[in-house]
């Protein structure tokens, strides 16, 4: 399978060099930049993760994406991931479809549970609800892929019957982002939606039995090989020192605010230098650094794709152009040496 | 002695894994048909046996629930009467401060001797356990020996943290929610909360 590179943002607000946060009008108009700089450094996708909260602000992941596809030529472009138990998977396909005509057949779409769980309050859906809201707009969006009138009964939203949904345009890719639910992997393989591991603390090789449950329910549901991605998070600098340093008071405050509800451990100086050591899943350090992790983790998972999962709350917007011309034109091209 | 782990998804595959390798026979549910999971068992925790929750639990001489909260009430609470229940289970949505669930727990499998741990831990740093200290909260001193016993063989160092009220400590808001540390360090901060 041919290797794909990305990046993918979730629209942390970043900051000035006075470290002043920046507005969320200039922080989605900076991803713009992000985007295209992206496709001028070769790199093959570019994703925005929905979020709600006034440090991640991009909850019209779809809009900025079609910014992006005006000003690009090549690369892909969607979610990552868009929440879909919370979404109604018509508005969605919907979307998609029109950023896929935008873009001349650029977009994917990576669905989720969501491990925010912001955006359930916010359109008045239950977390009680949670699998069973992903189970049955899955179904449905899986339908819609198949193009041509539908006819559709659920609990979730109204029925549909004999129901044109447009626009119809060109098939584009779906994955299931999946961050350690095995029956995400099942129900990808069920579907013939590609598998975009999430892989953001602990050591990237024990989500290798994920791609062999993968592999084989594929098999076993009579369809084709399919892709499995990785999106993991990271930071290139020039030297290793450079990276860790820039990342860590910013990763320190991120996983400590969200290990209180998740039951993150709060990271110390030693757990940190592990999960940017060759066993942890932080991808964060020289060009040479990152590109070796990746080809180990790509090779251990089986794994065609990799999406960086650059930028975290607080760094500036040119630490975050840094990163992504260093990755597409230094670690992205050693990594394709190292799995050649 | 023979271990019981409802739930299938993120946590569970992989205390099945951990007692697998400390060398218990481990039955495996997640709801409705086992059918469901066996692919799941096959790749995930290979050695378990998927089975329906039932006998799973019949043949078992410790459970471990590790399903989502909001799917605890659809558990039937009669078969864990005898059993030594190890409650690993936060609320959901997630709560900022300690609400006493697994007094709730308790209330409701009553008949069952429950021990709260491993609900401070997130999935991914589980394995390998590496001798990271766990508190282990419980009214039967003798099931919190049980599981202090079990826990210690798949690789954690239990410390015993009090009664299943005392167990509050280990909650989300609580200091020792996702603490990751050695037996010393952790009973300094049950020390200091208590």
Known sequence: MTTTFGLDTFGDVTQDASGTPLTHAQTIRNVVEQGVLADQVGLGFFGIGEHHTPDMPLSAADVVLAAIAARTSSIHLGSAVTVLSSDDPVRVYQRFSTLNAVSGGRAEVILGRGS???SFPLFGYDLADYEDLFEEKTHLFAELLKGGPITWQGK??????EQDVVPYTEPFPTWIGVGGSPQS?????SYGFSLMLAIIGGHPGRFAPFSELYQHALEKFGRDPLPIGIHSPGHVAPTDEEAREEFWPHYLDMIGRLGKTRGFATPTPESYAHEVGPHGALFVGSPETVAEKMARTMKKLDASRFDLKYGIGGLSHESLMRTIEL???KVVPLVQDMLA | MKIAVLGAGHVGPVLARLALAAGYEVGIAGSGDPARIEMITEFLAPGAVALPAADAVANADLVVLAIPWHRFPALEPGMFAGKVVVDSMNHWPPAEAPLGTSEEVARRLAGADVVK????VAYQDMEPAGGRAVGVAGDSPDAVRAVAEFLERIGFDPVPVGSLAAGRLLEPGSPLFGVAAR????????KEQS
């Open chain 1, 185 to 189: 992997v099942v129900r990808a393989a």
């Open chain 1, 327 to 329: 990755y597409g034109t």
């Open chain 2, 117 to 120: 741990t491993l609900n401070h």
């Open chain 1, 116 to 118: 925010s769980v912001d």
């Open chain 2, 183 to 190: 037996r010393q360090e952790f009973e300094n901060l049950v």
């Open chain 1, 156 to 161: 979730t939203r109204a029925a549909l019957h």
